[in-house]
């Protein structure tokens, strides 16, 4: 007998494929109408059955942010794989195993010592490492400035030392503080022109530049045109979360994602019911706490997947979740949410969410709930 919603034990990680699916759908047609290959952040999911709809849907090779991904995804048959975090030394053997068993493998540098480093490994082990370059084009993280002298310093150690230069890749990540549809449609267009400026620096010094690559799941989503960007990169698009509600890029019925639970006592001179998802089952992430709208620690929807306005994760201890109503409190939640009730909690950051449960369970829209498994570690 397969666990329905009312069976499961809680808490526990629920995918809702037909929304999944809507949000899959939605970023590669966008994509395709704006004539750019499609490379997911496969981070954010970390579960095949995803990335294999993501994959069917029309994308191009994957994103990930550790080896170990890598290897995860190699070994289901992915072979287009981009390690989209600055390369580190002591992770060059990995790499290189992971190339000289047929994984098409592509690393990040954005300083001179890295690239010299890279190069250096590559040509003691006879391997041309393929090698984007990260570029800054907000502030936000690492990479190098479009107009930075370093670009092109970086550029010669790599082709002069006898590795591929594969292009240059940057994200938006201040992306994340924007919620206006005119503010993320100028940094979406700030993000285009700075990597595409990159690459041109770069080719009129005479060095490679094939790949122009960009992307985060709010400037994905807002940029007007994509003119000398080959490749996008998006992840949380796949599941949703309120982090990205708030900055304006989905609904709630769009989050796909969501932490089942059950209601395990109340407190009800304080309105509070008590769940079975704390932190533990949320994560930490208070990601919409500086945003136009606070959820706590996620929004409180019925177990059928409804928004309850108002209703809120205020609080999280490990295993302790604390459900109460935003402004006045509700003197009779024990009526409204019994014990036994069980309720489905959206979070405010996918990836993190995620991050704590071993496996997601599917639902589709018939009810069954699959077990897709996800991985852990580096
Ligand atoms: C290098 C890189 N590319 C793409 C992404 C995807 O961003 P998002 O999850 O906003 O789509 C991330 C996320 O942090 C990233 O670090």
């Not at 939605?26 to 970390?46: D, E």
């Not at 995803?50 to 995804?73: N, P």
């Not at 969501?258 to 998802?277: C, E, F, P, R, Y």
Request: include cysteine.
């Amino acid at each position: 007998m397969h666990p329905t919603l009312d069976t499961l034990d809680t808490p526990a990680a629920i995918i809702d494929v037909a929304r999944m699916q809507h949000n899959i759908d939605r970023m590669q047609q966008r994509m395709n109408a704006l004539g750019v290959r499609f490379r997911p952040h496969v981070k954010t999911s970390k579960c095949m059955p995803v990335v294999r709809a993501q994959l069917d849907a029309g994308a191009q090779g994957i994103t990930v942010s550790t080896l170990l991904e890598a290897e995860h995804f190699f070994a289901e048959g992915v072979t287009d794989i981009l390690y989209a975090v600055g390369m580190a030394a002591h992770r060059l053997p990995h790499a290189l195993a992971l190339r000289r068993r047929g994984c098409h493998l592509k690393i990040l540098t954005d300083s001179v010592a890295s690239a010299e480093a890279i190069a250096k490994f590559g040509r003691a082990s006879g391997e041309a490492f393929e090698v984007m370059i990260e570029i800054d084009t907000d502030g936000h993280r690492s990479g190098i400035a479009p107009e930075d002298a370093v670009l092109l310093e970086v550029g010669r150690a790599l082709h002069d030392g006898g590795m591929r230069l594969a292009g240059v890749l940057t994200h938006a990540g201040s992306s994340y503080e924007l919620d206006t549809a005119e503010a993320l449609a100028a940094l979406a267009e700030q993000e285009r022109a700075g990597c595409v400026r990159a690459a041109e620096r770069l080719r009129a010094a005479h060095l490679p530049c094939p790949v122009v690559s960009i992307g985060s799941t709010p400037t994905a989503l807002s940029a007007a045109t994509l003119d000398g960007v080959t490749e996008v990169r998006a992840g949380v698009y796949v599941l949703f979360d309120l982090v990205m509600h708030n900055v304006g890029v989905c609904t709630t019925d769009d989050i796909a994602l969501s932490v089942l639970t059950t209601v395990i006592g109340h407190q009800n001179t304080k309105g509070w019911a008590i769940v079975d998802a704390g932190w533990m089952a949320m994560s930490r992430d208070r990601g919409t706490q500086k945003q136009r709208r606070d959820y706590g620690y996620g929004q409180v929807c019925t177990m059928a997947g409804t928004v309850l306005p108002g209703y809120v994760l205020s609080g999280a201890n490990q295993e302790h979740g604390i459900v109460s109503r935003e402004g006045e409190p509700d003197a009779d939640i024990a009526m409204h949410l019994p014990i036994g009730t069980r309720l489905r909690i959206l979070p405010n950051h996918a990836c993190a969410t995620g991050a704590q449960f071993p496996e997601y369970r599917a639902l589709s829209e018939d009810g069954e709930l699959a077990a897709w498994a996800r991985f852990h570690g580096w």
